[in-house]
Structures are given as C-alpha cells and as structure tokens.
T-cell receptor
C-alpha cells in the first residue's frame, strides 16, 4: 500500500519553463490538496479538490493550475515558473475532508533559477 | 493567513524529559489536529481532537483543547531521540470550509 506518491521528488527549472507535478493516491480518497511549504511560513494551500472532476482555489493559487481527471490523481501545473515558486510542494489526501486526518506524500523539492 | 500559531517556535530538551508545545487559533473550530514532520518527509497525522472534547491521549501523546481560550497543547512524555521533528497544529473552521489551516510549527530537538 503506497499511500500518497509524488513525482518527481526533485526538479530544477529555469524561469519561464513549465512543468507538472503528479500526485497519486491509492486509498480511494475523495479529497486531495496541494500545499507549498516555505521556511517560517508553515503549509499554505494552493488548490484542492473535493472529488473527481472538481477543483477549487486555496490561499495562494496564482501561477498554478490543477486538474483532477481521475479520482486517484491530482496534477499541479506551473505555467511559467518564477523564482518565487521555489518551494517544497506537498500533496495530501483524505476521505472525510477537514473532519479527518490527511495523508501526505513526501514532497517535491522545486528550485526555479 | 495562518489560523494556528505554535509556541514556542523551537524547543530543545534532554531525552527522557517531557515536551510541551502550544497552538493558538483565531476563529471557532470544529476540530483541531496535530501533525509531525520529520526532516525531508511529509507530515504524519498524530491526533485529532473535536471541539466538544477537552483532552485526548494516544500513547505518549496528550492533547488538550480549551475553546474558551482558543488554544491547544501537545504534550509528549518521556521524549526519545526519534521524537525530534517539527510539530504542526491544523484547524478546521466551523464555517464548512473543506480544508485545514496549518500553523507555522514548533521545531523540537531531543538531545540524547
């Protein structure tokens, strides 16, 4: 049972490049979340999904897009990477939304040069 | 904006001692959760306490919740080197949002 898997684990981009981060969960969870973690700022929610085919904006959505075409996958896209998007990105999933525990992947460390 | 704020930001104690960290939040909540994050890893859920509960235990963990003061505490008893990690509180508001809001965390170091 893999839980939540994030790919890639590390990536270095140049400013202006685009990329997609993949999150996959095998727990049949409805809810999925994308966070970014920066030093001293804790976790900030980028986008989330309450079910297949749905997405919603979180606290810091600008510069990111998401898609949830399949229940088990939640993709985070950077359209035109900027140095301010250098961060560690975490995906999480849960069965019962904020009423239950979230299961996290081990993160994607992204550097934008 | 952050809903929860942990205190202290960093804490170092000797192995075997108890560690206490606190979380304060701003608005009414349905539940409050505590998570641990080891270096280079994702967060791991520790315990959830609902707004109508005052105290909850799980192994060496004890969580209290005081909704009148909008605060919670996490106590780790008989600390071990493996408890070295960052600890975060997260809150679900009572306004039906489908998400948690995380605090900035307490960095706990256990000195062998």
């Amino acid at each position: 049972n893999a839980g939540v898997t994030q790919t890639p684990k590390f990536r270095v981009l140049k400013t202006g490049q685009s990329m997609t981060l993949l999150c996959a969960q095998d727990m049949n969870h409805e809810y999925m979340y994308w966070y970014r973690q920066d030093p001293g700022m804790g976790l900030r929610l980028i986008h989330y999904s309450v079910g297949e085919g749905t997405t919603a904006k979180g606290e810091v959505p600008d510069g990111y897009n998401v898609s949830r075409l399949k229940k088990q996958n939640f993709l985070l896209g950077l359209e035109s990477a900027a140095p301010s998007q250098t961060s560690v990105y975490f995906c999480a999933s849960t069965y019962s939304g904020p009423r239950g525990p979230q299961h996290f992947g081990d993160g994607t460390r992204l550097s934008i040069l | 904006s952050q809903q929860g704020e942990e205190d202290p930001q960093a804490l170092s104690i000797q192995e075997g001692e108890n560690a206490t960290m606190n979380c304060s939040y701003k608005t009414s909540i349905n539940n409050l959760q505590w998570y641990r994050q080891n270096s280079g890893r994702g967060l791991v859920h520790l315990i959830l306490i609902r707004s109508n509960e005052r105290e909850k235990h799980s192994g060496r963990l004890r969580v209290t919740l005081d909704t009148s003061k909008k605060s919670s505490s996490l106590l780790i008893t008989a600390s071990r080197a493996a408890d070295t990690a960052s600890y975060f509180c997260a809150t679900e508001g009572d306004f039906g949002n489908e998400k948690l809001t995380f605090g900035t965390g307490t960095r706990l170091t256990i000195i062998p």
